[in-house]
């Protein structure tokens, strides 16, 4: 079946149990839509990918740089600015997914204000989550 990628699959939420053997209602399914999906996965690659490149920059540009004899560059200073950047990819990822409008406009470039609001929608979340599992 070449070609025809993922698929998702043919159940409803309603069909699909939920914890402690009730079913889900089909209001309670949630799904992306495609765009914000595609916002969400372009400042995702941007926000983790840059600071990535830049962790394995640091490695080749230490290694040149002191092979070269350039610089002497001790090992724990390469070491900690290339974790400094993979550190920076990994709030990337949650940058990109937090950053990313809901709304039928693309929003700003950086997105910089869907932050709070897509933080304050995502602790009613989670504050809702808990208020169903404890009653």
Known sequence: MAGKGLRPTTRT???QPARGGRK?????QQ????AVANRMARRIAIATGVPSLMGMGVFVASYVLVSRQILDIPPG???AASGGCFLLGLLGLSYGVLSASWEDKPGSLLGAEQLPLNISRLKES???MRQNRDS
């Open 13 to 15: 939420a309603a069909a």
């Open 24 to 28: 889900a209602s089909p209001a309670r």
């Open 31 to 34: 799904v992306i839509p495609d």
């Open 77 to 79: 200073a390469t070491l």
């Open 126 to 128: 989670i504050r809702a």
